[in-house]
C-alpha cells in the first residue's frame, strides 16, 4: 500500500521578525526586462498624443468640452486600429471600443446643446433688447416663450383692459408691435412702446394682494401685438427658475421706473425710452399701481393729477411735480423719500 509523504508544515508565531537572510532570491530576469521590445507602430503613439492633447485643453476656452470629447474619441479609435492590426490584442480592442462609444455619444450631446436656437421673427427684437443684454439664454428664453403664453393682437381703440371692470390676476403681457394709451378717467397719463410691459405695476402691486382691479384704462393707439403670460403658469415656471425670476424682478422694476418718468413727462417717445437704462430703485418696490391711480382714493385727486400734468421734464419741475403728485394721492412721506 502507497504511503503518503507527510510535508511538515512550518508557522511562524505572531510577533516573531521573519528571517529574510536566508531567505531565497528570486533571479532577476524572472521579474524584470533585460531586453527590451522595439518601439510600438506609429498608430499607438497618434492616440496617445491625442489623449494628451485633450487634457491640456484649457477649461476656459469656449468649446474645451467638445474639443476634449473628439479628441479622445479620436485617440479610442486609433487605439482599436492599433490593438486589432498591429497588437492582435482582443481585450485592448474591446475596451477600447466601449470608450469609444461612450465619448462619441457625449460628443453628440455636447454638440446638441450648441446647437443654434432660432427665435421667432417676432419675438427676435424682444430677445436682443430686453433678455439678450442680461445674458439670459436663447434656449431660456425659447422655454419661457414657448410653454404657457401666446402672441394676441388689438385693433385701433380696442381695450386692454378697462377701469374699475378688467381683473388684474389673469396675465402679464410686454408689448411687441403698436402703440397703446393709458389714461384715467379720461385723463391722458403715459403711452406704451413695444418692448415694455403693458400691466407691471398691477403685476407688482398685486403679488400680495389679489382680486383687485385695474384702476386706469388701457386702449390701443394702433394695430397692436403683445406677447402674454397666465400669470399663474407664469410664477411656478419662474419659482423653478431662479435667475429668470431675478430678471423678471430686475425687467419689471426698471419698467416700472419708465412709467414714472412717463408720467412726468407724457410727451416721452418710444426713441427717449430705450435711452432709459436705468437702474429700478426702491421705486419698482412699491405699490406702483397705488402711484399711478391712487388719485381714485383722494378727494383732491382731480386737482393733484392737473397739476402733475402740468409740469414739464426738467429737473427741478420734476420734483417739484412730484411731490405735488404724492401729496395729491396721499402716498406716504417715506415713499416720497425713496423716489427723491
Given at each position: 500500500m502507497n504511503s503518503t509523504e507527510i510535508i511538515p508544515l512550518t508557522v511562524t508565531p505572531l510577533g516573531v521578525i521573519p528571517d529574510f537572510k536566508n531567505a531565497t532570491l528570486v533571479p532577476f530576469n524572472d521579474t524584470a526586462c533585460e531586453n527590451w521590445k522595439e518601439i510600438h507602430h506609429l498608430?499607438?503613439?497618434?492616440?496617445?498624443t491625442c489623449f494628451a492633447a485633450g487634457l491640456v485643453i484649457p477649461t476656459t476656452l469656449n468649446f474645451h468640452m467638445i474639443f476634449l470629447r473628439s479628441l479622445l474619441t479620436i485617440g479610442c479609435a486609433m487605439f482599436i486600429i492599433w490593438a486589432t492590426?498591429?497588437?492582435?490584442?482582443v481585450d485592448i480592442m474591446i475596451w477600447n471600443t466601449v470608450f469609444l462609444v461612450v465619448n462619441f455619444l457625449h460628443f453628440i450631446y455636447l454638440v446638441y446643446k450648441r446647437r443654434p436656437i432660432k427665435i421667432e421673427k417676432e419675438l427676435s427684437s424682444l430677445y436682443k433688447r430686453m433678455f439678450e443684454p442680461l445674458h439670459v439664454p436663447p434656449e431660456l428664453f425659447k422655454r419661457l416663450t414657448g410653454q404657457f403664453c401666446n402672441i394676441q393682437t388689438l385693433k385701433t381703440g380696442q381695450a386692454y383692459a378697462a377701469e374699475d371692470k378688467t381683473s388684474v390676476d389673469d396675465r402679464l403681457s410686454i408689448l411687441l408691435k403698436g402703440k397703446m394709451k393709458v389714461s384715467y378717467r379720461g385723463h391722458f397719463l403715459?403711452?406704451?412702446?413695444?418692448?415694455?410691459f403693458i400691466d407691471s405695476p398691477e403685476f407688482r402691486s398685486t403679488q400680495m394682494n389679489r382680486g383687485e382691479k385695474f384702476q386706469v384704462t388701457i386702449v390701443a393707439d394702433d394695430n397692436c401685438k403683445f406677447l402674454c403670460w397666465s400669470r399663474e403658469r407664469l410664477t411656478y415656471f419662474l419659482e423653478a427658475e431662479p435667475f429668470l425670476f431675478e430678471i423678471f424682478r430686475y425687467l419689471i422694476g426698471k419698467d416700472i421706473t419708465n412709467k414714472l418718468y412717463s408720467l412726468n413727462d407724457p410727451t416721452l417717445n418710444d426713441k427717449t425710452s430705450k435711452?432709459?437704462?436705468?437702474?429700478?430703485?426702491?421705486?419698482?418696490?412699491?405699490?406702483?399701481m397705488q402711484m399711478r391711480n391712487s388719485m381714485a382714493s383722494s378727494s383732491d385727486s382731480e386737482d393733484g393729477l392737473q397739476q402733475f400734468l402740468r409740469g414739464t421734464s426738467s429737473a427741478?419741475?420734476?420734483r417739484n411735480n412730484q411731490r405735488e403728485f404724492y401729496n395729491a394721492c396721499g402716498v406716504g412721506r417715506m415713499q416720497h423719500d425713496a423716489f427723491c
Open positions: 498608430v499607438f503613439h497618434v492616440a496617445n492590426f498591429f497588437r492582435c490584442a403715459h403711452n406704451i412702446y413695444p418692448c415694455a435711452k432709459m437704462d436705468r437702474q429700478p430703485s426702491l421705486c419698482s418696490q412699491l405699490s406702483v427741478s419741475s420734476l
